[in-house]
């Protein structure tokens, strides 16, 4: 075994598990299935597909070396080790599940599935994890690189914190309109909108995409950049309210703070989990900035 990392091996249930966890057995899963006009195929596909990755995975592994399976709602109780090479085993939206978890950890992400997902950030087939961890244990040649996507940290002014992969969404649970005071640099606003977002370069490939494409915005940054793109949603102008801070893009130099006048309700939360928030009320504050750690992936060189 020598002095070889563990491998941390991160997945999340299967829609069919899913169904078998909340009907007990395969049957009385395909009945809820056929009553409501589909049969179990994609489902049975799915889970199919996973469990042959997995077993490619394991099997590129050699048989004493240190492994461990995680599901992403252990997250938060698994206790990561420095040393440990992850390998992100689903789809994409699995990697910002688990990079908030992480402290620089060399990270893998395998698509089990490549005829059906896209993979950006679950790039490599099982069947290479071979090659993919020698680079991890020894970085060295031209046939993958170190990815260093840059993340971001939103800080409540008591020390709460959450850290996002993708984007950090501040404003209201429910559809009201969110109110704050919002601070870019030197310029300060009171607003009343549908919440503000900021997002990574990593992030720019989704929910901030659809808004700059919608907006006719260029020029959002790139995953490994230290900026972060930021956009208010329907901000409404009226006597009390304006509409000058839209949107932009803030560097680590740049100040970016709200402040909340939501007396309930509010809350912010990151990567569009929404049960893992912070409380967003009267008088409290965050500031979204640049997180120092970022995620560490290992992506074929270009």
Same mark, same amino acid.
């Given at each position: 075994?020598?002095?070889?990392?563990?491998? /941390?091996? /991160?997945t999340?249930?299967?829609?069919?598990?899913?169904?078998?966890?909340q009907?007990?057995?395969? *049957?009385? @899963? &395909?009945?809820?299935?056929?009553?409501?006009? +589909?049969?179990?195929?994609?489902?049975?596909? /799915?889970?199919?597909r996973?469990?042959? @990755?997995?077993?490619?995975? =394991?099997s590129? %592994?050699?048989?004493?070396?240190?492994?461990?399976?995680?599901?992403?709602?252990?997250?938060?109780?698994?206790?990561?080790? =420095? +040393?440990d /090479?992850?390998?992100?085993?689903?789809?994409?939206?699995l990697?910002?599940?688990?990079?908030?978890?992480?402290s620089?950890?060399?990270?893998?992400?395998v698509?089990?599935?490549?005829?059906?997902?896209?993979?950006?950030?679950?790039?490599h087939? $099982?069947e290479?994890?071979? $090659?993919?961890?020698?680079?991890?244990?020894?970085p060295s040649?031209?046939r993958?690189? %170190?990815?260093r996507? @840059?993340?971001?940290?939103? &800080?409540? &002014?008591?020390?709460?914190?959450? %850290? @996002?992969?993708?984007?950090?969404?501040?404003?209201? !649970?429910t559809?009201?309109? $969110?109110?704050?005071?919002l601070?870019?640099?030197?310029?300060?606003?009171?607003?009343?909108?549908?919440?503000v977002?900021?997002?990574? *370069?990593?992030?720019?490939?989704g929910?901030?995409?659809?808004?700059?494409?919608?907006?006719?915005?260029?020029?959002?940054?790139?995953? +490994?950049?230290?900026?972060?793109?930021?956009?208010?949603?329907?901000?409404?102008?009226?006597?009390?309210?304006?509409? #000058?801070?839209q949107?932009?893009?803030?560097?680590?130099?740049?100040?970016?703070?709200?402040?909340? +006048?939501? *007396?309930?309700?509010?809350?912010?939360?990151?990567?569009?989990i &929404?049960?893992?928030?912070?409380?967003?009320? #009267?008088? !409290?504050?965050?500031?979204?900035?640049?997180?120092?750690?970022?995620?560490?992936?290992?992506?074929? $060189?270009s």
């Amino acid at each position: 075994m020598g002095n070889r990392p563990r491998i /941390v091996m /991160v997945t999340r249930p299967t829609p069919w598990e899913l169904l078998l966890r909340q009907h007990g057995t395969a *049957g009385q @899963a &395909e009945f809820y299935l056929r009553t409501r006009g +589909e049969t179990s195929e994609w489902y049975r596909h /799915v889970h199919e597909r996973l469990q042959s @990755a997995l077993g490619v995975v =394991n099997s590129q %592994l050699p048989s004493d070396q240190r492994r461990v399976r995680v599901d992403r709602d252990s997250l938060d109780r698994f206790v990561f080790r =420095n +040393e440990d /090479v992850v390998v992100v085993i689903g789809q994409d939206g699995l990697v910002p599940n688990v990079a908030k978890y992480l402290s620089g950890q060399t990270t893998i992400g395998v698509n089990p599935d490549p005829k059906s997902w896209d993979g950006v950030l679950c790039r490599h087939p $099982a069947e290479s994890l071979r $090659a993919v961890l020698q680079f991890a244990y020894a970085p060295s040649g031209t046939r993958y690189r %170190l990815e260093r996507r @840059a993340m971001l940290v939103a &800080e409540r &002014e008591d020390g709460q914190r959450l %850290l @996002a992969l993708n984007e950090i969404f501040a404003g209201h !649970q429910t559809h009201q309109s $969110a109110r704050y005071r919002l601070t870019v640099g030197t310029s300060e606003e009171r607003h009343s909108s549908s919440g503000v977002i900021c997002s990574t *370069g990593t992030g720019s490939t989704g929910w901030a995409r659809s808004i700059a494409t919608q907006r006719g915005l260029d020029g959002l940054p790139g995953p +490994e950049e230290r900026r972060f793109a930021w956009f208010v949603r329907e901000p409404f102008p009226s006597v009390s309210t304006g509409h #000058s801070l839209q949107f932009g893009v803030a560097d680590e130099s740049t100040v970016f703070r709200m402040r909340s +006048e939501m *007396g309930e309700g509010g809350t912010i939360f990151a990567d569009g989990i &929404e049960q893992d928030r912070l409380d967003f009320s #009267s008088g !409290q504050s965050v500031v979204v900035r640049l997180a120092d750690q970022t995620l560490n992936l290992v992506v074929q $060189a270009s």
